[in-house]
């Protein structure tokens, strides 16, 4: 299963960018002291102890707000609530506790989920320490004091966080169903493709761009064997500013996937493949998930016998960054295909999964290093001593040489493509670490 996701919420300017920042560990959202400037919802991976969790930056909740920027926020936040395990929600000391306030502490109540009450900005302990306790009054549960600029009480905050999050056991005894995230940019047939494996009108499919609301997670038996399939909802609508909804979809989308073991990543073939599914495609990447390229609406392009190919190239070329991704070309009005991805998520499944012997990594390595030279500098070459694989999904190899400055990432690129060759790994993308181990320690 995924990592928890933890959304930072409140209104604007009390310092979520700020404490998103300081817990990401890199100046990832814009800060700047007119509330709102962080239009964007950002995301981050973040660890504390040993528990990993994704953590979700959200726009300011102005709660009655009839500002179409602000109320655009709400709605984010409002997406950030209901697709997180775990709210922290932020007050400023300096301002003190406001009616805002109260009224996103009866949003996140309503919510039903844990959340942790922040109050910010206290740089001395001592002197707003009596400040703090007025915020009991939200009746939200103890208000915990930080500074995100200072990096004061972070730790304790955190603590209370994770301990919200489900024990690591119970999360390993969880259903071993495949879980299949359909993801893509709004109205590219996302819920007519899942209508049509299960035949049945289970998801609301309207023309209108965005109608579908909630990620829904829907079982679907093939051949004996249950999956489950999670849509996720564009969330575009007409006359509203277009860029700042076309963001709506990446809190579900990163949710999704993280709790995804492949990704079936739908392109329009009409409209053909974009720079927004790149960055689409691209959350699935970073997180090592198996990929299938679904090209939906093949019927509706006239062909020839060079169209698949032009067509392929042009995926390829815009998402050049997974070249291992599998492409399917269906069509969900017609059916045609759709149950030949059976087959393929089948097949990733099996290659996210797939231990290779350490032995023979090494016979391909050593194969690989005599056809190839590893790079030089300053007359020192690079050495490989040993690879060993240490986990899947996806599968991840360490690699241990004499000096790791001198691993090019070309030549690990090389390496990678050598692995492929020999074994396939069709459809999920692989990880390296590359480790140092002195001569002395052979």
């Given amino acids: 299963m995924g990592k928890p996701v933890v959304a930072i919420v409140g209104r604007p300017n009390v310092g979520k960018s700020t404490l998103f920042n300081a817990l990401a560990g890199e100046m990832i959202s814009i800060v700047k002291d007119t509330p709102g400037v962080t239009r964007d919802r950002i995301y981050a991976d973040v660890s504390w102890l040993d528990r990993d969790f994704t953590l979700i930056d959200t726009g300011g909740i102005e709660p009655e707000s009839k500002d179409i920027i602000l109320s655009q926020m709400r709605e984010q936040a409002q997406i950030a609530i209901d697709t997180a395990d775990v709210i922290i929600f932020i007050t400023d000391v300096r301002q003190g506790l406001v009616d805002s306030d109260s009224k996103v502490a009866d949003m996140l109540r309503r919510s039903g989920k844990p959340v942790v009450l922040t109050v910010n900005k206290v740089d001395n302990f001592d002197k707003f320490m009596p400040d703090v306790y007025e915020f009991y009054n939200l009746g939200i549960g103890d208000p915990q004091p930080i500074s995100a600029s200072s990096r004061l009480g972070l730790g304790d905050m955190l603590d209370v966080v994770i301990s919200y999050f489900p024990d690591k056991s119970e999360a390993e005894e969880e259903d071993e169903r495949p879980r299949v995230a359909i993801v893509g940019k709004p109205n590219v047939g996302k819920s007519s493709i899942i209508n049509k494996l ?31 399939f999670i849509d996720t909802a564009g969330l575009r609508r007409k006359n509203k500013i277009r860029e700042e909804l076309e963001r709506y979809s990446i809190i579900r989308t990163v949710t999704a996937v993280e709790r995804a073991d492949v990704v079936l990543m739908v392109i329009d ?53 997974m070249p291992y991704a599998e492409i399917v070309y269906v069509s969900a009005l ?47 070459r690079l050495k490989l001593y040993y690879i060993t694989q240490v986990s899947v999904k996806p599968p991840t190899f360490v690699i241990f040489v004499n000096d790791k400055e001198l691993m090019h990432f070309s030549y690990l690129r090389y390496l990678e493509n050598r692995i492929r060759e020999a074994f396939g790994f069709r459809g999920t993308s692989l990880k390296f670490f590359v480790r140092e181990r002195k001569e002395k320690d052979q």
Avoid at 283 to 293: Q, S, Y
Avoid at 339 to 363: P, S
């Fill in 334 to 380: 017609t059916g045609q295909r759709l149950h030949k991805m059976f087959d393929v998520i089948n097949m990733v499944i099996e290659n996210q999964t797939m231990r290779v012997a350490t032995g023979v990594l090494n016979e391909i390595m050593m194969e690989a290093v005599a056809m190839q030279q590893p790079p030089s500098d300053k007359g020192k």
């Fill in 198 to 228: 299960i035949g049945e009108q289970r998801v609301i499919v309207s023309d209108i761009a965005g109608t579908t609301r909630d990620a829904i997670d829907t079982p679907v038996v093939h051949d004996g064997r249950e999956y489950v």
């Fill in 269 to 321: 073939a009409t409209e053909g493949v974009t720079e927004q599914d790149a960055k689409i495609a691209g959350i699935a990447h970073e997180r090592g998930k198996g990929i299938i390229i679904v090209v939906n609406k093949w019927d509706a392009i006239e062909k020839n016998d060079k169209t698949m190919r032009e067509f392929e190239d042009r995926v390829r070329q815009i998402l050049s960054f």
